[in-house]
C-alpha cells in the first residue's frame, strides 16, 4: 500500500460518507476564504466577526442537527464535522455555532411548545435571531444545580432576579435560554432582549477567544411572560441535555484546532533550519510531531465513534464525557508543543499556534471542567459519587 498523507495518516476519509465529506470540505473552504484570512485581527481587537453569521446560516450551520423549522436536519456525523472545521479556524467561531445550534436552538426544538419552535427557530437558522445559554452563574460554576437565579410566578408572568456570568453571546443576542429556579424546580425561560429588568455586559480584557462575545447576564425584577417558559422541561435534565448535545460538537471541534497546530507546527520544522539542517531532522523535533500526529488520529477516531453512536441513537453521555476531557486535552498540548517548535515565532498572532493555545484554556473549562468530566467518568465506572 503507498504511503497516506501525513495529514490524514491513518485514512480517516475512507470511514466518512460522500456527503460527510462533502460537508467536511464545504465548511472547510469556507474557513479557508472567509475566516482565517481575517481571524486574528479580529482576535486582537477583541471582535466577534459577527459579519459571518448570514455566511454561517447560508451553509445551514446554525442548528444544523436539527429537524425542521428551517432546520439542516443534519447527521450527527456532519454537525460534527462542521465543528471540527470551523475550530480549526478559531474556536470562537465554534463556540458561536455550538451556543446558537446546541444550547439555544436545541432547548426551544426539544423542550418548547409548538408555538415556541415556530416563532424563534426559522429566525434563528437564518441567524436573524442570535441566541445564548445563561446558567453559569457567578457563584455557582461546576456546582450549576445549587444555581440562585430566582423566578417567581405572579399572575401571567415569572419574575427573574440574579445574574449569570460568562455567557457567550449574551450582549448580541435577541434571545437568551435562562435556566432559574421556580417553586417547581430549574426551569428554562426564553428572556427576549428588550424585556425590562434585563440588562447586559461585555466582558472584556479576556485572553482566550477573543473572537467571541462573552458577557453578564442582569435580571432585577425582570417579567417574562409564562407563554416564555420552556414547557416540556423541568430539573437540571433541561440544561444537562443542552450541555450533552454542545460538549458533542466540542469533541470534534477541537480536533480541528489541534490539526491546524499540527500541520503549522510540520511545515515550519521542515523549513526552519538551525545547525544548517530542517529543526524537522532532529529526533527531538520529531519525537514531538509524533506525539501531535498520534493523540490527532486517536482524537478524530474517538470523535468518529461517538458521532456513529449518537447517529445510531445508542450514545451515552459518559461517552461524551471521555471523548471532551480526552480531545480538549490533547488538542491543547498539541499546541503548547507546536508553540515549542516554532521557537520565537509561536507566540505572535503571524501563525496560528498561541491563538488557539489560548483559546483552548477556555474549552478545556467551559462544558465541564478537566476535573468535572473526569469525575463523570469515575463515577460511571466505579459506582462512586466523588464529586462532593
Ligand atoms: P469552578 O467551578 O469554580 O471551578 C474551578 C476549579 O475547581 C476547576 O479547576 C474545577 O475543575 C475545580 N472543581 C470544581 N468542582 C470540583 C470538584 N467537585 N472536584 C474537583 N475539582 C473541582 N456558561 C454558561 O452558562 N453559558 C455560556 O455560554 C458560557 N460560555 C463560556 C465562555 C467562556 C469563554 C468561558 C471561560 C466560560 C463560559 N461559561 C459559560 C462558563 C463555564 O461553563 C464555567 O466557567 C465552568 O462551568 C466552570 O465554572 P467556574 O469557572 O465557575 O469554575
Redesign the pocket.
Known amino acids: 500500500a503507498k504511503m497516506p498523507a501525513a495529514t490524514d495518516l491513518y485514512q480517516i476519509d475512507s470511514l466518512l460518507s460522500e456527503e460527510e465529506l462533502l460537508v467536511r470540505d464545504t465548511v472547510r473552504r469556507f474557513v479557508a476564504e472567509r475566516v482565517k484570512p481575517q481571524i486574528a485581527e479580529h482576535f486582537e481587537a477583541g471582535t466577534f466577526p459577527q459579519e459571518l453569521v448570514p455566511e454561517m446560516a447560508e451553509l445551514g450551520l446554525l442548528g444544523m442537527h436539527l429537524e425542521g423549522y428551517g432546520c439542516a436536519g443534519m447527521s450527527a456525523v456532519c454537525y460534527g464535522l462542521a465543528c471540527q472545521e470551523l475550530e480549526a479556524g478559531d474556536s470562537g467561531l465554534r463556540s458561536f455555532v455550538s ?1 446558537q445550534g446546541s ?1 439555544a436552538m436545541y432547548p426551544i426544538s426539544a423542550f418548547g411548545s409548538e408555538e415556541q419552535k415556530q416563532r424563534w427557530l426559522p429566525g434563528m437558522a437564518r441567524g436573524e435571531i442570535i441566541g ?5 452563574e457567578p457563584d455557582y ?3 450549576a444545580a445549587h444555581l440562585t437565579t430566582s423566578a417567581r410566578r405572579d399572575g401571567d408572568v415569572y419574575i427573574l432576579n440574579g445574574t ?1 456570568l ?3 453571546n449574551g450582549s448580541i443576542a435577541h434571545v437568551a435560554i435562562v435556566w432559574a429556579r421556580a417553586e417547581d424546580g430549574v426551569r428554562g425561560f426564553l428572556v427576549e432582549r428588550d424585556t425590562p429588568g434585563f440588562t447586559t455586559s461585555t466582558i472584556s480584557h479576556k485572553l ?2 477573543r473572537a ?1 462575545v ?1 458577557s453578564e447576564l442582569h435580571f432585577a425584577d425582570c417579567r417574562v411572560p409564562v407563554a416564555n417558559l420552556l414547557p416540556n422541561v423541568r430539573g437540571m435534565r433541561g440544561p444537562l441535555s443542552c450541555l450533552n448535545e454542545a460538549r458533542y460538537g466540542i469533541a470534534w471541534g477541537v480536533n480541528g484546532a489541534a490539526r491546524t497546530c499540527y500541520e503549522t507546527a510540520l511545515t515550519y520544522a521542515r523549513e526552519r533550519l538551525q545547525f544548517q539542517r530542517p529543526i524537522a531532522s532532529f529526533q527531538l523535533v520529531q519525537q514531538k510531531l509524533v506525539v501531535m500526529v498520534t493523540e490527532l488520529v486517536k482524537a478524530e477516531l474517538l470523535a468518529l465513534q461517538l458521532g456513529r453512536l449518537k447517529d445510531s441513537g445508542r450514545l451515552h453521555p459518559v461517552q461524551i464525557s471521555l471523548a471532551k476531557r480526552n480531545n480538549v486535552r490533547e488538542a491543547l498540548q498539541t499546541a503548547r508543543e507546536a508553540r515549542n517548535i516554532l521557537g520565537a515565532n509561536g507566540i505572535t498572532l503571524e501563525y496560528p499556534i498561541s491563538r488557539h493555545m489560548n483559546n483552548l484554556e ?1 474549552v478545556f ?8 468530566h473526569t ?1 463523570i467518568i469515575g463515577q460511571a465506572i466505579t459506582g462512586e459519587n466523588a ?2
Do not use: H, N, Q, R
Open positions: 451556543v444550547l445564548c445559554f445563561g446558567l453559569t460554576g461546576s456546582d449569570k460568562w455567557i457567550t482566550s477567544l467571541s462573552t477556555s473549562t467551559y462544558e465541564g471542567t478537566d476535573d468535572i469525575l464529586f462532593a
